[in-house]
């Protein structure tokens, strides 16, 4: 791999010199990804680097539609479209930077907002406002959910980055104004429930799709595909690195057998070996013993084609010549598998439906690009002459023609078209990922033996090359139709049906949260460096019921008697609440007036001082008529003090808002433990423990002091309230 040096800007030149010096490093930069992290042959000038390998990588103004026509599509504009340019390079080969998507997003806002602000182009002239206007772009409807946060995120990196570079004519710091959205909210919990699990009919479907006796080699990469990502949460582009080899068994803690496949999970988490989820075993060997009798031919063809890179391959209909034989117009088609009909000449064909379309192509290699320049540049352009063909009556048109074509040429078009780029391995190139070649993948199949039944057989790809049976995007179609053709689920008679690939995700996670199994393992088992709570699709209900059985402060046999201890003011001990640890010291507890109170008042204050809402230590028992009745009132009290921030706010009051924020959350957890302690289904005694706000005596001091930031406790209240919400199974949102 070629060294590449990180631009350094001079510190003795203006901030437009600098510019131009960075854009100089980033030309000269581009070609030397290759081939590792671009594809030979790219060039700054193109509109596009998606078909280089840097993928989604198009430089249209922001706004663009991704399947516009040439004409409704705008280029950005010099010199802006030369800094957007550098800063993938940057990016992408130099930071070694998988995606570049977001970046990409936020430097069209960004030119958006720099003419409307300044009328030019310049970005050096950048300033935090013209950021805030581009975040104004980025929250319109060109940007989805919370993808506007994340494109404002590398807006904020790009800003960092001129200022290291010293590309800015005044520097200036700047931060992000757009917050990621709230996903905790029980509304949002059913939505997603019901838009990212698969459906019962989808997964019902598929299990009598591939037990039946499929004869459609389609079909049978399809199922097996979803049931081996349905044995472990799993993500449908991991599928590229699936070996052929993938099974491994390994001794459980009872002495049996586990089955476990070798993963590599992506972003980060590397090489893994993945134990198959219990009862899926059988499917899983099912799945195998229909793919590799199907793929082993194409896994024998791939290893043929890596062997002999200088060769074409052999077939029955290949011309007996020599590598570098002249070919005629028939050898040609021939040696393509190009069918020549009746009142067709080779010559016509090959020319139009091989040579012109290859041409076409934007991200040719050098060596192809030479073969078509060279075939082009001899092809006689005229009518040619009429000839008579010896021995016979008939007449035939004679070209010209001042090339040469064979077969050790040939076979570099025939590479360039039927061959994945980054072949012979199945995934581009990572830095310190181990690749997996198509020789040794189990979905490797045959460019063309897919054939959708659906499809015009004319226009299938022929089998001259080799690709990825489970690739995403086949997936995708088959399991959700679309592109006028029809699903695995419409074929087999189930309308209406239809499933996302990532979805069997989180149904996995989902059934591994009902199981108990703790983040931890279920992060680990599905490949992720990070916590994935966003994968846990339990409703509410699930997680309460869960809780209160295991939970030490929930009591089940003394319920009863704790309530008649209530209402007949008798001393209740701490023991009759909670589960005493072993050397734990049990006492006598205080009642408030909204319930009971667990704070050992013996050796401090209340830190609180009374505010028992905000309290973690405040437990209100179900049953309770006189205490329920207080926190009502206290309810009442709290909605006026609401309606009047309200009307403060709306006055545009100092401080109104914070303070409508305050007592909406005051509000809101009143009326939730109202609501919980109205449930019917709740047993008498049953004791509903308060959340606390974090803020107490210690920390407010601490605060006022500046010894501790106020947002690290603010951060830590929303975490707990959002516990809060999973465990308060009938709250309703406040409206407001």
């Not at 957007?84 to 960004?110: E, P, Q, S, Y």
């Not at 088609?333 to 076409?360: E, H, M, P």
Request: overall charge positive; proline content about 4%.
């Amino acid at each position: 791999m070629t060294s590449i040096e990180p631009f350094k800007p001079s510190k003795s030149v203006k901030a437009a010199e600098r510019m131009d010096a960075f854009i100089g490093w980033a030309k000269v930069t581009l070609p030397k990804g290759v081939p590792q992290k671009v594809y030979p042959g790219v060039r700054w000038e193109d509109s596009s680097w998606h078909e280089w390998g840097i993928q989604s990588c198009t430089f249209y103004t922001f706004g663009t539609k991704k399947y516009a026509k040439a004409l409704d599509r705008t280029l950005m504009q010099p010199p802006f479209i030369d800094f957007a340019k550098a800063m993938i390079v940057h990016r992408r080969i130099l930071n070694d930077k998988k995606t570049v998507d977001g970046w990409l997003k936020a430097l069209k806002a960004l030119d958006l907002a720099l003419v409307e602000l300044t009328g030019r182009r310049d970005v050096t002239l950048l300033t935090a406002a013209i950021c805030n206007k581009a975040c104004e772009h980025i929250l319109s409807n060109q940007v989805k959910g919370d993808n506007a946060y994340v494109v404002s995120k590398a807006l904020e990196k790009i800003v960092d980055l001129m200022k290291e570079k010293k590309l800015l004519a005044v520097s200036f710091s700047w931060t992000s104004p757009l917050y990621r959205k709230s996903t905790g909210t029980l509304k949002q919990q059913r939505v997603d429930r019901q838009t990212k699990l698969p459906s019962q009919e989808s997964i019902k479907a598929l299990a009598e799709i591939f037990n039946n006796d499929l004869t459609s080699s389609l079909d049978i990469i399809t199922t097996s595909a979803c049931a081996i990502l349905l044995s472990q949460p799993s993500r449908v582009g991991e599928l590229a690195d699936f070996p052929l080899d993938c099974v491994i068994h390994k001794a459980d803690g009872s002495g049996g057998q586990r089955m476990f496949l070798r993963w590599y999970s992506e972003k980060g988490f590397g090489e893994t070996l993945k134990p198959v989820v219990k009862g899926m075993e059988r499917a899983v060997e099912r799945a195998l013993s229909m793919v590799i009798p199907l793929t082993d031919e194409a896994r024998k063809y791939a290893a043929w084609l890596e062997d002999h890179p200088d060769e074409f391959p052999p077939h029955a209909g290949l011309p007996q010549k020599g590598d570098d034989d002249p070919l005629s117009y028939d050898d040609v088609c021939a040696a393509l598998r190009i069918t020549v009909s009746k009142g067709q000449n080779a010559r016509g064909r090959f020319k139009k439906d091989y040579l012109y379309t290859l041409a076409k192509r934007t991200a040719l290699s050098p060596q192809a690009k030479a073969v078509i320049d060279a075939i082009c540049d001899g092809l006689d352009t005229g009518k040619g002459k009429l000839s008579q063909v010896p021995g016979t009556s008939r007449h035939h048109i004679e070209h010209a023609d001042t090339f040469v074509i064979t077969l050790r040429s040939l076979n570099v078009l025939m590479r360039e078209k039927y061959l994945p780029k980054d072949f012979p391995y199945t995934s581009p190139f990572e830095q310190g990922k181990p690749r997996l070649k198509y020789r040794d993948a189990l979905f490797t199949v045959r460019t063309g033996v897919l054939r959708d039944e659906t499809k015009n057989p004319a226009a299938m790809t022929r089998s001259m090359g080799v690709e990825l049976g489970a690739k995403s995007v086949r997936l995708i179609i088959q399991l959700s139709g679309g592109s006028g053709r029809q699903s695995i689920f419409q074929r087999h008679g189930y309308p209406g049906v239809s499933v996302n690939t990532h979805a069997f995700r989180h149904e996995l996670n989902t059934e591994m949260h009902r199981a108990g199994l703790s983040q931890l393992l279920i992060d680990a088992f599905s490949g992720r460096t990070s916590m994935g709570s966003v994968y846990n699709h339990e409703s509410v209900e699930e997680r309460t019921q869960a809780l209160i059985a295991v939970h030490p402060s929930t009591k089940w046999n003394s319920h009863g008697q704790r309530l008649e201890m209530l209402k007949t003011n008798k001393p209740l001990r701490l023991s009759d609440v909670t589960e005493l640890d072993y050397n734990a010291q049990d006492r006598i507890i205080h009642k408030t007036h909204l319930g009971i109170c667990v704070h050992d008042f013996s050796y401090t204050p209340c830190p609180k001082m009374g505010a028992c809402l905000t309290c973690g230590m405040l437990g209100c028992v179900k049953g309770d008529d006189v205490k329920l009745a207080n926190i009502k009132q206290e309810r009442n009290a709290l909605q006026i003090n609401y309606e009047k921030s309200l009307d403060a706010e709306a006055r545009r009051l100092f401080g109104a808002s914070e303070w409508r924020k305050k007592a909406a959350l005051d509000l809101f957890k009143c009326n939730a433990l109202i609501e919980t302690l109205d449930n019917p289904e709740r047993e008498n005694g049953d004791i509903v423990w308060n959340s606390d706000n974090g803020w107490n005596l210690t920390n407010n001091a601490a605060a006022m002091a500046g010894l501790i930031d106020p947002q690290v406790i603010d951060a830590a209240t929303e975490e707990a309230m959002l516990s809060l919400a999973d465990l308060e199974a009938l709250m309703k949102k406040l409206e407001g």
